[in-house]
């Protein structure tokens, strides 16, 4: 799968997820996933999908346990681990993880982006 195919099946994931299409978003980002297994990216859009249904402790789950496993360096999946978190009503968590973004993620303006309007919200 090329790279122009994945992007637009990343965006088609997300905007079913923000649509409450659940499973649809969830199977989408299955196939990213296993055309590329070494991604963090899909694994985001699959813990994306968890919020987007409510499943807030399962989409924590699934950056620690996945998204970071694959790339530990990840800030973007560091940023979405501190919205997880501050969905699931672990301000203090989400607070100290998006802080932790701001400080290490300056070559990442999406990331920093993110975790700073997360923190203006908690």
């Given amino acids: 799968m090329n ?11 997300y905007m079913a997820a923000g649509a409450g299409m659940v499973k649809d978003a969830a199977t989408i980002f299955a196939g990213v996933q296993a ?6 990216y899909p ?7 968890l919020m987007s249904a409510g499943e807030h402790q399962g989409a924590v789950d699934l950056l620690t346990q996945k998204a970071l496993e694959l790339n530990p360096g990840s800030c973007l999946a560091k940023s979405f681990l ?3 978190l501050k969905l699931a009503g672990r301000s203090n968590e989400a607070r100290a993880q998006l802080e932790a ?3 290490n993620c300056n ?6 982006n993110m975790a700073q309007s997360l923190l203006q919200e908690i």
């Fill in 3 to 13: 790279t122009e195919t994945v992007r637009v099946l990343m965006e088609a994931g």
């Fill in 35 to 40: 055309a590329r297994p070494k991604s963090e």
């Fill in 43 to 49: 694994v985001i859009g699959l813990a994306v999908t």
């Fill in 82 to 84: 501190g919205l997880a």
């Fill in 101 to 103: 973004v701001l400080s």
């Fill in 107 to 112: 070559n990442d303006p999406a990331a920093t």
